[in-house]
């Protein structure tokens, strides 16, 4: 009879284990489960600027809908008055929009005005975040650009996640491979190629065509993008922090240097009318035929080079930026857009989840094959088999993305006037190739004086 009972005890503490381990496995499947329609009911109001990830999104919005119980209210506002509208909502605190789009820069305003949310807790709850929504699949340069500690003259990359972004620009050469083959011509590796290309491309097809194409306009974009790219390569920066102020760094060896050689090969081998360019007319006469190579986003050149889209379509190919001489390294200047939401808002939990959906691989996928939304901010889009293939027809466009992003950042110091800084960058830019100046020092010099004044009444703690 003892042995049985024993025998018949450890039966039974056999089944009890097997009956635990079974609610273990059970309870854990059950704990990973996750509900998208806990927020059911809830109406959010959403606030768009006029743009392709938009229309990807509002594309969408039924199935977000359906699988969330959450309302959409939507506008969308053309981006010439975008920021004018949002700047009158965000001053009323009303908490409308609940979400809205923004860029990078946009958030040294808004952070310190309190007009956004830090996105950290929401992302860590279980209860708000898919265990599956891993953001550790976004580049982490991509991410970094939006976190900040709020403090003007701190560094990104450290602080609190104010934004998402939904798609990226990263700043490369692209180059006209028809016109290169034509003349037995390969694309430049260094500023040395560079500046070769620029006087032998120079009217290459007649007046009218050019060599290169780049930004001009008085703007600060236009030192945005391939002008600030090249200018950290060369070991420039905007700013220094000394004795708790901010201290231009325009006329500083490095960044003097850099424009030297910029000035150069705009006069050499710029547009005839460059001064007027922004992304629209570089991108049009890459795709025209007219100009032969252009430094600026790399989905710039993608739209010219889609079937139909373009005299050139399917002749355009990518390489990185050129290398200064004795650097290894490429580097890129960024932009995106993004969603933030608003500090406000009474529904911050029903926006994050907005935002959540709208982020997700699976969605990010698509939006980049179907929609334009890309450069993919996330590496399992920009490696997915599918997109490889699908952009497998841009030669060099993933191999260049791949080789810069990782040191792909926002190269400027936060601080309130950054574009009153920018358009007087570009202003000078401008005066130098015109000759207003004896000099590029002479130029960069004044430039240093003028942002210094413009930002006297920063401390930086």
């Not at 009911?41 to 990830?53: A, C, E, Q, S």
Request: aromatic share 14%.
């Amino acid at each position: 009879m003892l042995r049985r009972d024993r025998d018949g005890l450890s039966v039974v503490c056999i089944f009890a284990l097997c009956c635990a381990m079974i609610l273990a496995v059970c309870g854990e499947a059950f704990a990973a489960e996750f509900s998208w329609n806990r927020l059911s009911g809830t109406t959010i109001k959403v606030l768009f600027t006029d743009h392709p990830y938009a229309n990807a999104i509002v594309s969408r919005l039924q199935e977000f809908e359906e699988k969330t119980g959450i309302k959409v209210d939507y506008s969308i506002t053309p981006e010439g008055n975008y920021y004018d509208k949002l700047n009158t909502a965000l001053s009323g605190r009303s908490g409308d929009p609940d979400v809205f789009m923004l860029g990078p820069t946009s958030v040294w305003e808004y952070a310190p005005s309190e007009y956004i949310a830090p996105l950290d807790d929401l992302i860590a709850n279980p209860d708000l975040t898919d265990p599956s929504y891993d953001m550790a699949d976004f580049f982490p340069s991509v991410i970094g650009a939006f976190r900040w500690d709020g403090v003007y003259g701190h560094k990104l990359g450290e602080g609190s996640l104010w934004s998402l972004p939904m798609g990226c620009e990263v700043y490369d050469l692209a180059y006209n491979k028809r016109i290169f083959d034509e003349r037995g011509l390969t694309p430049p590796k260094t500023i040395e190629d560079l500046q070769k290309l620029c006087v032998e491309l120079n009217e290459f097809d007649g007046p009218g065509t050019y060599a290169f194409a780049v930004r001009g306009a008085r703007e600060w974009p236009t030192v945005y993008t391939g002008y600030m790219s090249m200018h950290t390569m060369y070991g420039g920066t905007d700013f220094k922090v000394v004795d708790g102020k901010l201290v231009s760094q325009a006329n500083s060896p490095e960044s003097v240097k850099m424009t030297e050689m910029w000035v150069g090969l705009i006069k050499t081998g710029g547009a005839p009318d460059w001064s007027g360019y922004t992304w629209y007319q570089i991108g049009a006469d890459l795709g025209a035929g007219k100009a032969a190579m252009m430094l600026d986003a790399d989905n710039n050149g993608y739209y010219q080079n889609v079937p139909g889209a373009s005299q050139e379509a399917g002749n355009l190919a990518w390489t990185t930026t050129p290398l200064p001489p004795g650097k290894t390294e490429v580097f890129s200047n960024y932009w995106c857009w993004a969603m933030s939401i608003n500090n406000y808002s009474k529904n911050k939990e029903a926006a994050w989840m907005f935002m959540q959906y709208f982020t997700t691989k699976d969605y990010l996928l698509w939006a980049a094959m179907n929609a334009k939304q890309f450069d993919p901010v996330r590496a399992s889009v920009m490696n997915a088999p599918e997109f490889v293939t699908f952009m497998s027809q841009n030669e060099g466009y993933k191999e260049a993305f791949d080789a810069t992003i990782q040191n792909t950042a926002i190269h400027y110091i936060p601080q309130p006037y950054f574009a009153e800084c920018g358009t007087e960058w570009a202003a000078t830019i401008q005066d130098i190739v015109s000759g207003q100046y004896s000099s590029v020092q002479e130029g960069m010099d004044a430039l240093a004086k003028k942002i210094d004044e413009i930002v006297s009444d920063i401390t930086v703690e």
